[in-house]
């Protein structure tokens, strides 16, 4: 059955906003600047409205980090669980603070990346080549001038990418990067920008990427006794991956203000990596075809000296097709499409009332629908509406922000039951106080409480979904306090320190549970977790002569503990895939034009799945080091930079997620050449 592919109309309020917002930009785009450098909207704030400290990874450190993909990068933040299912093309999604992956706002250059069928974003599709910047907010970004949307994840990451910036009179930036890999990796890439004129600069940037994703690894399993049930090396296979990614963007200044238009594509068709259990080793058949296109503008503008507006917009298109033709799990063959089409717009706006106290209003309006070719599929589309209402307030050395979220949720579908519509109001309370004039320490404090809604997979998916099924809510409470000094010393430039103690509460989670047919799952409200924790984090800057050295530790320790049902044996127990202690330790050495890094990520003892912490579910803990070097040279008027990384330098065998082995020792080539 093929799948019905049907655009819903949307209502007269979205084409009026979008026509506004059409009608202010252009109106807007014939006034005058002055900046040639044009910096996105998110990154200008007032430093003292900063209450909460970011995580953030930019520049050239980034670059230099021995990571294929953001989620690669985002191991070396605090309080980060990371699903890895192995290999280039492998799924990888976040966990911030054992709160779940569905409670994770992802945003591309201050728009959040969607996913209505599943939640759940896929980090590796995303290339650390076009980023300047990833920082991660526990709770929500600390500032007010932002769209609601921004208002309503436990935990933000924001990926922002490079904006065109021009030296002297240069009008055109090349740079084209050839990455290989020990394992069959081709992966060129350029990014050219163009400076069209004093106001406007352009940017397009393209990556392929082609693996046949075979790698070693160790297979070896236990009896329940401890006793060693097999123990071999064999080939990864179902990991291979063909991707495109496609990128443009336009920048500009405005009188007080600036606007963006960005166009994003990725295609890939990939192998599923199967888990390896009783002794299978060979391909599994299962692919997975995508094509996601996006197109989204943003334009802020200070209309009055105390009043700034700034409008978004976005429409998403998402295709997948998932096969399994081979698999013997399956009786029948198995070829599914999805559709899902997402259409955003946003408008926000703050007024001054001091030169210490802000209020803002911000209103959002999202359309989502899913179309597939499953069985007596229920063809939903939902319609949301946002309102966040929020003020920052300083008082000597008191800050303050204070905000609420409104959520308006409504549903249609084609047949069978829908979804109830949902109302709700969400608090959050952020608060920070330094309490010495010099201003080296802030001791800082939030609460937060906010929901996620569930996914169109949780409400209709055949058979399973369950159309009466309630928000997801968090509550966090975090108290921590910050340290930063610059010195004078001649080795001890500065040093800059933060500690974290939380607690968090999921209510109502949802879960797959039987329905008394071990064959038929349906998913329900069932679960509660408690999560206490503590994040730490510390880094400083050396100079020892000509050589610069930064190191950076991070560590987290996580009881994160399943309350559900007091009758279950698994009660009180720690939750699948939490480890009690992680952490890293990363180090960057810069010597002339030469560049040393290295970095070890540890990840302690867990359970899997299957819930009960008993010996049989136990994970061992696993450790990388990784170590790369890297030399610039001057041609002309040109640098060609080259970097050999060597990752999993003692060849470790591990898995991430249990029966999905990781690569062992690999190595990797990296040769950029800027024009």
Known sequence: MEPKFTFYKTNKTIITILVLFAQLFFSQSRDTIKEQVIVPVHIQKKTFKEILPAQVISGEQLERLNSHSVADALRYFAGIQIKDYGGIGGLKTINIRSMGSQHVGVFYDGIQ???AQNGIVDLGRFSLDDLEEISLYNGQKSEIFQPAKDFGSSGSIYLQPKIPTFKGNKKTNLVVRFKNSSIDLFNPSFRLEQKISEKISASFSSEFIQSDGVYKFRYRKKYPDGEIANDTIAKRFDSDIKSKRFETSLHGDLKDGNWSVRGYGYLSDRGIPAAIVNNRFGARGQRL???????????RKKLFPKFETQLRAKFAYDYTFYADTVSTEAAFPVRNSYIQREVYVSSSNMYSI??????????????????????????????????????????????????????FVSEEVEKNSKSPDKTEWTPAAFLSYQPFNSKEITIRAFYKRIFRMPTFNDLYYTVIGNAFLKP????????????????????????YATVDGYFNKVEDKIIAAPTGNLFRWTMLNLGNVEILGTDVHVQADLNFGNVTIRPQVNYTFQRARDFSDRSESYFGDQIPYTPWHSGNFTTMADYKDWSFNYSFVYVGERYDGQQNNIQYNYIQPWYTHDLSVQKKFNWQTHQIK??????????????????????????KLIVSFTL
């Open 289 to 299: 075809r995508d094509e996601s296109y996006f197109v989204q503008a943003s334009l």
């Open 472 to 495: 997801e809510f968090t509550n966090q409470y975090n108290v921590g306090f910050t340290y930063g000094k610059s010195y004078h010393h001649q080795i001890l430039k500065g040093i």
């Open 113 to 115: 990346l969607g996913n």
């Open 354 to 407: 001091t030169s210490n106290w802000d209020i803002s209003a911000s209103v959002d309006f999202q359309y989502n629908n899913l179309d597939a070719n499953l069985f007596n599929f229920s063809y939903p589309t939902r319609y949301t509406t946002l309102m966040a209402f929020a003020t920052t307030y300083q008082w000597r050395r008191f800050k303050f922000l204070g905000s609420v979220l409104g959520t």
């Open 642 to 667: 080259a970097s050999l990384e060597v990752n999993n330098i003692f060849n470790q065998y591990y898995d991430v997620v249990l029966n999905y082995p990781m690569p062992g020792r690999t190595f």
